[in-house]
């Protein structure tokens, strides 16, 4: 596994880090802990050195997986956590107000997630949505305290537009913005690549399969467990589903052609963008994680990947990628 370093802030990670969220929140059930350990640590052993959690996954219970896995190895890996939701004393998200970025509730959780993650620093602490009522310059004060303190080394927003990026920026260099990227959702090319490139911040995308749906395995009528965060996206209802099916039928012939999987294309494809991009999926399975660390192996011609851009671009999309509640916390 190379490694990549996220802009030009010394990060190096993994080319392919781990999204942890699903193994204990927003897919279902989750795992046991003991097997979410497991499958953290069977990605480190095949070069995964880059780990993505939060305190809201759970909420707390990620955090604690993630801690307990990288224990043995902790000076191995990075691992990014995030603060900003409105979470009360018994793990409660309150909705009046969503999100909490006071300097009191990020040092809050910069204590707590230390103690759960069982380490004494933040190697990437993210934002995780941009609060309207706290002004972007505020954290980045915060933060940089914490970073004095030696208790968060880098900081990061999570699906945060321009304007904020720049002003944050200017406070405390962000080392990372994340958000959504992959072959069905392309928005951060626009407007969002330009200013990462000029200012030497990293990009880590998430949900670069596409939730699961680029893989080729999600069908119409492809049933989701209770509390699978894809029933409230509107780009996975059935009528949705049954639409973009198109897409993946591209993706699908050209995958094949190349004796891979669409998983492993979707993930080239990603990586094949820029060079100071780390993309993060996820899985509850070592199948798919083995899949997935495939992808890394497979490398696009420029010849592939216009192909690729326009088999992807005759297809439009259906569905928005969030609800509306979600939708109104992005790109603030």
């Not at 350990?37 to 219970?61: C, M, N, S």
């Not at 998430?206 to 965060?229: C, W």
Request: charged letters at 25%.
């Amino acid at each position: 596994m190379n490694k990549r370093e996220l802009g030009k802030s010394g990060l190096e990670v993994s080319e392919l880090g781990f999204g942890c969220m699903g193994i204990s929140y927003g897919l279902g059930p989750g795992l046991p802990k003991d097997d979410g350990v497991a499958l953290i640590r069977a990605a480190h052993e095949r070069g995964v050195t880059f780990f993505d959690t939060a305190e809201v996954y759970g909420p707390w219970k990620n955090e604690e997986v993630v801690g307990e896995a990288v224990k043995p190895f902790r000076n191995e890996v990075v691992i990014a956590t995030k603060f900003g939701f409105n979470i009360d004393e018994n793990g409660v998200q309150q909705q009046d107000p969503p999100l909490n970025s006071s300097r009191e509730r990020i040092r809050k959780v910069a204590e707590d997630s230390l103690r759960r993650l069982q380490t004494d620093r933040i190697d990437l602490f993210y934002q995780h949505r941009v609060d309207p009522n706290v002004p972007i310059e505020d954290v980045a004060a915060t933060i940089k305290e914490l970073i004095a303190e030696g208790k968060v080394l880098h900081w990061g927003l999570s699906e945060a537009g321009v304007d904020v990026i720049r002003r944050a920026h200017t406070v405390q260099p962000l080392t990372a913005l994340q958000s959504e990227y992959s072959l069905w959702w392309r928005e951060p090319e626009q407007e969002i690549f330009p200013v990462l490139e000029e200012l030497g911040i990293g990009f880590v995308p998430f949900s670069p399969l596409g939730k699961g749906f680029l893989t080729g395995t999600i069908k119409e009528d492809t049933p989701f467990v209770e509390k699978d965060f894809r029933n409230t996206v509107p780009r996975f209802n059935p009528e949705n589903r049954k639409a973009n099916q198109a897409l993946i039928e591209r993706i699908t012939a050209f995958a094949k052609e190349r004796g891979a999987t669409n998983a492993q294309i979707a993930l080239a494809w990603v990586l094949a963008q820029k060079p100071w991009l780390a993309p993060i999926p996820g899985t509850t399975k070592l199948h798919r994680l083995e899949e997935n660390l495939g992808a890394v192996n497979i490398k696009l011609s420029a010849d592939d990947l216009r192909e690729l851009d326009e088999l992807t671009s005759s297809v439009e999309v259906q569905g928005n990628r969030y609800s509306e509640a979600a939708q109104s916390m992005v790109n603030r």
